[in-house]
């Protein structure tokens, strides 16, 4: 009987041993940025500058039909949570299998974009929906819990950005700013999804920063919108937010004034949402110089904190926190002469308009002391259009924009106290993925060529260059299971930003020397024929042509009926023009291509 009670114990202990194996202290990836401060570092060191070219593939698996795929990867214990705009999945970390799945089904008529992630939370799992919502799901079953209106579709807001959870709490922002929306931030209850505070991003009346909106009335459509992740300091309670472009992007006279608290950092209370302080890096901005990326929160010369903030303007500008002055500016991508003002005759501006940094900002190497950072090299020539009036809903630049020559990238390794580079990789296509450095001494990374990459984090050498299948303009993240290290990633992407390669949304898992061929599976399942074209058109044709066909002011799907027949429509999308991708017959067959083009000319004016 000693025996056996004995054997018991020994067997319970072995077992939460091995439990605890499955989620190693730094062994998971909890949050977009691994840790609310949004450093992206990884303490885990078994692959290393020596082993890391025996990376090879365990698998691959197709989460969804063609489509923008620019979410991050959560990792908690042996499980991957991640989602396209209206796929969640929650995968098998080491074999890609499928452990569920949620599709959502909208409530409005039109439905696209891009989704850039969710959080985790208490066994919850949170995101933005494609119509407008926060959803919660059961983190074990995917059932879905609660589900709240956040946005309107009908004044062209979305829920395009990353949530982040965090004590009983879920923040999210609201984006939208081409659509001439009033951006702002929610709270809600984790639990329930009721709102607990807001704050609006464009201040009006006697909210602090509405005297830098000179036409008051221009506030109320002034942008600002929140589209990507955030950052947060448990030890101060400090939410951290990236605030976008005012509208419209490109007349800057019709909203005069400095436009609060546009391309700005703006530092709140998250219990309460009041406002602490900002900093706001283009006062009065034409050139659509948002800030997107979560602000990266770290700790050098001494105690000194400081904010690091990779821009589309092209360079990284780190702020010390207690002063609130800049310590560094440092370009980490080409940038050419800044005008003060559009012209009708055009500017060529280098970046913008889908340059500089994106989505994912800076990392932090602590290995190294370095900020690491990827960023898009284009440069496009902007003209300024004639005044129009705000129609809700509808995008409006206040004049056109292109893209002027070819589009590559870079990733740059910056001192994190002085800013002076370390070192620079030129990138054949741009790099918008996620950057994780580890303490192994590799940094991964990946590009819209389909590269996965893999650097010497201390020189910048490439340890590994393999194909992802499909761009990656997503999540990179590294965890432990079972005592053993993986990298896996976002691949496939169609969107706006898709200068490279595209590909079908999925997932890949990596490892050291894995002992079983790659294996590939697709668990999407079949659309029936109604409402297929919708469907499509939302997945690959929206973020580039908006809800209403109308975004790009030289290429209007509104009516195209009356200007092409159904025929020559097909043939335009089977062989288009650059700078539209092609997709058939890859990622679209004859059948969705039909269907897709017969929408197009029957449901949009």
């Known amino acids: 009987m000693k025996k056996t009670v004995v054997g018991l114990v020994c067997s319970f202990l072995l077992a939460n041993m091995a439990m605890a194996q499955d989620a190693a202290p730094g062994g998971e990836w909890l949050s977009y940025n691994k840790g609310l401060h949004g450093q992206r570092y990884s303490p885990l060191k078994q692959i290393t500058v020596a082993n890391a070219a025996q990376l090879g593939q365990v698998c691959r698996v197709q989460i969804d039909g063609p489509g923008s795929y620019h979410g991050g990867l959560i990792v908690q214990g042996d499980t991957i949570y991640t989602g396209t705009p209206r796929e969640t999945v929650a995968l098998n970390a080491t074999t890609c299998a499928l452990r569920w799945k949620f599709d959502y089904r909208p409530e409005e008529e039109n439905c696209g974009g891009s989704s850039r992630g969710v959080a985790l939370l208490d066994g919850r799992l949170f995101r933005g929906t494609c119509d407008g919502r926060l959803?919660?799901?059961?983190?074990?079953?995917?059932?879905?819990?609660?589900?709240?209106?956040?946005?309107?579709?009908?004044?062209?807001?979305?829920?395009?950005?990353?949530?982040?959870?965090?004590?009983?709490?879920?923040?999210?922002?609201?984006?939208?700013?081409?659509?001439?929306?009033?951006?702002?931030?929610?709270?809600?209850?984790?639990?329930?999804?009721?709102?607990?505070?807001r704050f609006n991003t464009i201040p009006i009346g006697s909210e602090v920063g509405a005297e830098t909106w000179k036409r008051p009335e221009t506030a109320k459509t002034g942008g600002g919108g929140v589209w990507g992740a955030m950052s947060l300091d448990v030890t101060t309670g400090e939410l951290f937010v990236s605030v976008g472009n005012p509208w419209p992007d490109i007349d800057k006279a019709y909203r005069p004034g400095d436009n609060l608290f546009t391309d700005s950092v703006v530092v709140l209370d998250a219990r309460t949402g009041a406002l602490k302080w900002w900093h706001q890096l283009a006062p009065g901005d034409w050139m659509d110089l948002d800030l997107v990326a979560a602000p990266m929160l770290y700790r050098a010369n001494g105690a000194h904190d400081y904010m690091a903030i990779g821009g589309k303007d092209g360079y990284v500008t780190v702020v010390d926190r207690d002063t609130h002055k800049r310590v560094f500016r440092t370009p980490v991508t080409t940038v050419e002469q800044i005008f003060k003002e559009p012209s009708r005759e055009g500017s060529r501006m280098c970046p913008g308009y889908a340059g500089g940094v994106e989505w994912n900002g800076p990392a932090l190497d602590r290995l190294n002391n370095n900020l690491i950072v990827g960023a898009v090299d284009v440069c496009f020539i902007v003209k300024l259009g004639d005044s129009k009036a705000y129609t809700p809903g509808t995008v409006d630049f206040g004049g056109t924009v292109a893209p002027d020559g070819p589009a590559t990238g870079w990733v740059t390794a910056l001192d994190r106290e002085t800013g002076a580079v370390r070192w620079k990789y030129h990138a054949e296509k741009p790099v918008v993925a996620g950057i994780t450095p580890t303490a192994g001494g590799v940094t991964f990374a990946g590009d819209l060529a389909g590269n996965f990459l893999v650097f010497n984090s201390k020189t910048g050498a490439v340890v590994l260059k393999a194909a992802a299948g499909g761009a990656m303009a997503g999540g990179v993240v590294t965890y432990e299971v079972a005592g053993k290290q993986y990298v896996a990633f976002a691949a496939g992407n169609i969107s706006r930003n898709a200068f490279g390669d595209l590909g079908l949304p999925s997932v890949v898992i990596m490892t050291l020397d894995p002992k079983a061929p790659a294996t590939a599976t697709n668990i999407t399942e079949p659309t029936s024929n109604a409402g297929n074209g919708r469907r499509l058109y939302g997945q690959v044709c929206q973020a580039c042509h908006g809800a209403d066909g109308n975004m790009l002011a030289d290429h209007k799907l509104g009516n195209l009926k009356a200007r092409r027949d159904l025929a020559a429509t097909i043939a335009y999308i089977k062989d288009p023009k650059a700078p539209m991708p092609k997709m058939f017959p890859d990622l679209l067959d004859e059948k969705s291509v039909t269907d897709v083009a017969t929408w197009v000319h029957e449901e949009l004016r």
């Open 135 to 197: 959803i919660a799901l059961d983190a074990s079953t995917g059932r879905l819990l609660w589900k709240s209106v956040l946005a309107s579709q009908q004044l062209g807001e979305s829920t395009t950005a990353a949530p982040l959870a965090w004590q009983g709490v879920v923040y999210m922002g609201i984006g939208g700013s081409e659509l001439g929306v009033r951006g702002r931030v929610v709270a809600l209850d984790a639990a329930t999804g009721k709102e607990l505070w």
